[in-house]
């Protein structure tokens, strides 16, 4: 059982401004002929929702929870600390039922393979389109379950707000204590450090980086940090990774109170940006941990996946989360503003298309054009990506894709990493999984248009 949860936060209360803007990052590479990559994980939030690690005891690096004690009141307090065990897996006979466990052990490599338990085949996912939401979310929370019970994660939470910053959700520890325990069974940070800041408290959060030994002499990198979340006006965004040279996970979370009214930044977002530091956590030991699933994974699978655990383990219901999963799949695709305009064929061969167009480190350098700071490869993760992880999460549980980053971080591919995951090369899995994606997106877009026309209906007869 989880040991008794602390935490001590410090808070004052302040104002915030108003608007809302997309932030990307561009850093500049130690390889000087690579485009530039973003170096942490950047999720702003438009108007409608959009949106590290003890190594397994192996490439332990120098900065740990400890290094923190005494660097100012703020960063001080109780700390969220539990403790890892590892969980026995088990084996049982599959079954051709749809919904049920098919439990099978991938073949022995030098890589270390989990037991994977299917929920639906590759050829039973077109036949039962209609259950995968459902299927997928109760698996994330059966998960989320047996491991409060099972399993411990050792990971010292610390949440930091500015002091005149007024934060409009209470439930953040409650939401990365869920995020830290779904994660248990792979590497995470040894610290997540959130830092809660609107506007007029950039320059406080600066200071807190700055009193830190990972940003020791690193003043450039705390600015982009502190601004990532931010525009020219507000703070409004949201940022996490693992930062160089360490195994600490930092998220940084602009606030502004008109964002309030949006559901997803209450639990979602918070889960969404932990998941990003669980992504990079493989890499730690290497310089920059971050930059580990961005050079080995592709551009759909890093926000598909955080925006997958963030709707499904950030919800207490199948119906809210089916709610929040097709506001937003219309908000990003169909609204009048949708985050990539040019991408409107759902076509299968079209996402199969963008697919291919995926190639790891290559897409994070990708722009819309030689004057946009949007990357599109990048903006459909939140949908597409978020779509494919949802079918792959009822392929091998609604973990399992993160087995792929735990392999890829081994040295293997993505093609690999799929194939010794799911038990089908890619280039075979690709081809169902886009159909069923592809079908997805264009009834999410009936129901949503339907619902549209009623809500319209019945205030015409309200007049």
Not at 14 to 24: D, E, F, H, N, S
């Amino acid at each position: 059982m989880p040991s008794s949860l602390v935490l001590g936060v410090i808070i004052v209360l302040g104002i915030a401004g108003a608007g809302l803007t997309v932030v990307y990052l561009s850093p500049s590479e130690t390889d000087p002929t690579a485009p530039a990559q973003p170096r942490f994980n950047t999720d702003p939030i438009p108007d409608t929702p959009s949106q590290g690690a003890l190594h397994q005891g192996e490439n332990m690096t120098a900065v740990t929870g400890d290094d923190f004690e005494g660097l100012g009141s703020n960063l001080g307090g109780d700390r969220l600390s539990v403790t890892t065990t590892a969980e026995s897996s088990t084996s049982t006979e599959p079954s051709t039922t749809p919904g049920e466990k098919q439990t099978t052990t991938q073949p022995a490599t030098t890589s270390k393979i989990p037991t994977i338990e299917s929920i639906l085949q590759l050829n039973q996912l077109e036949e039962n389109l209609t259950d995968i939401p459902r299927l997928a979310w109760e698996d994330t929370h059966r998960i989320l379950d047996l491991n409060s019970q099972t399993l411990n994660a050792n990971v010292d939470l610390q949440i930091d707000i500015g002091p005149t910053t007024k934060p409009y959700f209470e439930g953040s520890e409650n939401a990365l204590k869920k995020a830290i325990n779904f994660w248990s069974k792979f590497d995470q940070p040894t610290k997540y450090w959130v830092l809660y800041y609107n506007y007029d408290d950039k320059a406080w959060a600066k200071e807190q980086l700055l009193q830190s030994p990972i940003f020791s002499n690193m003043e450039g990198s705390a600015d982009v940090l502190v601004e990532a979340p931010c525009t020219d006006t507000i703070c409004t965004g949201a940022n996490s990774g693992i930062e160089s040279f360490s195994s600490v996970g930092v998220g940084v979370y602009g606030i502004h109170q008109p964002d309030s009214r949006d559901t997803y930044r209450h639990g979602p977002l918070q889960i969404h940006e932990f998941t990003h530091s669980v992504q990079a956590a493989p890499w730690i030991g290497d310089d920059h941990p971050t930059e580990g699933p961005q050079r080995n994974g592709p551009c759909w699978l890093s926000e598909g996946q955080a925006q997958f655990a963030g709707l499904t383990v950030g919800t207490e219901s199948y119906e809210e989360y089916l709610k929040l999963r097709n506001e937003d799949i219309w908000n990003s695709l169909f609204s009048p503003n949708p985050r990539v305009p040019s991408f409107n064929d759902f076509s299968t061969p079209k996402i199969i298309e963008y697919y291919d167009n995926n190639v790891p480190w290559e897409c994070q350098g990708k722009r819309t054009n030689a004057s946009s700071t949007r990357n599109d490869d990048y903006e459909l993760g939140y949908s597409i990506g978020f779509l494919t992880v949802e079918a792959l999460s009822v392929l091998g549980g609604g973990d399992s894709s993160m087995h792929l980053y735990s392999l890829l971080g081994q040295g293997k591919t993505f093609d690999e990493a799929v194939e010794l995951i799911y038990g089908h090369k890619w280039s075979e899995a690709k081809q169902s999984i886009a159909s069923v994606v592809s079908s997805m997106i264009l009834d999410i877009e009936l129901q949503q248009e339907q619902l549209t026309e009623a809500k319209t209906q019945l205030g015409e007869k309200k007049e």
